[in-house]
C-alpha cells in the first residue's frame, strides 16, 4: 500500500510553453501533499505545500502565478508550470501525507518524480 | 530558516565495509528520518526517528535521533553494491508538515 504516482515521468516542452505534472495517491487518501523541486546534484527544496480544497501554501521565492497547483481531490494534485523557461528545468517530485495512517506521525510517501527539460 | 549539514557530501568504500553519515541542524526537530534515492527516482524511507536518544535498526541500516534533537547518524554495516544511491536526512518539525532535507551523501560501493 501507500503509493505515489506522477504522470508523466519525463517531459520535454519547448520554452514558453505550459506543463502539467499530475501527483496521485493510489491506496488512501492525502488531505496534504507537497511539491518538491530537486536540481542536479543537489537536495529536495520545498516548494508548496498543496492543501485539498483550499489553496497552496508557497514557500518564499516561489512565485504562485508560475507555478500553479490544484488540489482538487482527496487523491490528485497538479502543479502546472506556466511559460516555462530552460532555468525551470529540474525534477519536480511529490509527496503525500497519508492521514489515516496509524503511527507518531502522519508518513509522507513520495513520487517517483518527474524530470521536465525546458528547451 | 533551519538548515540541515549532513556530511560527508560522498564516499567510496569497499564492498563489505561499515559506512556512517551524519546531519546536524542550528535548531530542534521533532522527527529524524532517512531517505536512499536512486538515479531518476523518488526518495525511499529507510528509518524514521521520534525520540531523542532513539536507537532503530532496519537490516544492515541503524540510525540515532541525537540527545540534543539537534542530530543523527546513520550507520550502514557490511555495505553492498547495491546500497549505491544517495542518502539524505530529513528532519520534521510537526507531524504531517514538510520535511527539511540535507544536502545528501552520495555513496559509491566497489565490489
Known amino acids: 500500500g501507500a503509493v505515489v504516482s506522477q504522470h508523466p515521468s519525463r517531459v520535454i516542452c519547448k520554452s514558453g510553453t505550459s506543463v502539467k505534472i499530475e501527483c496521485r495517491s493510489l491506496d488512501f487518501q492525502a488531505t496534504t501533499m507537497f511539491w518538491y523541486r530537486q536540481f542536479p546534484k543537489q537536495s529536495l527544496m520545498l516548494m508548496a505545500t498543496s492543501n485539498e480544497g483550499s489553496k497552496a501554501t508557497y514557500e518564499q521565492g516561489v512565485e504562485k502565478d508560475k507555478f500553479l497547483i490544484n488540489h482538487a481531490s482527496l487523491t490528485l494534485s497538479t502543479l502546472t508550470v506556466t511559460s516555462a523557461h530552460p532555468e525551470d528545468s529540474s525534477f519536480y517530485i511529490c509527496s503525500a501525507r497519508d492521514f489515516g495512517r496509524a503511527g507518531s506521525y502522519n508518513e509522507q510517501f513520495f513520487g517517483p518524480g518527474t524530470r521536465l527539460t525546458v528547451l | ?111
Open chain 2, 1 to 111: 530558516g533551519q538548515q540541515l549539514n549532513q556530511s560527508p557530501q560522498s564516499m567510496f568504500i569497499q564492498e563489505g565495509e561499515d559506512v556512517s553519515m551524519n546531519c546536524t541542524s542550528s535548531s530542534i526537530f521533532n522527527t529524524w528520518l532517512w531517505y536512499k534515492q536512486d538515479p531518476g527516482e523518488g526518495p525511499v524511507l529507510l528509518i524514521a526517528l521520534y525520540k531523542a536518544g532513539e536507537l532503530t535498526s532496519n537490516g544492515r541500516l541503524t540510525a540515532q535521533f541525537g540527545i540534543t534533537r539537534k542530530d543523527s547518524f546513520l550507520n550502514i554495516s557490511a555495505s553492498i553494491p547495491s546500497d549505491v544511491g544517495i542518502y539524505f536526512c530529513a528532519g520534521q518539525n510537526q507531524a504531517g508538515t514538510a520535511l527539511i532535507f540535507g544536502k545528501g551523501t552520495t555513496l559509491s560501493v566497489s565490489s
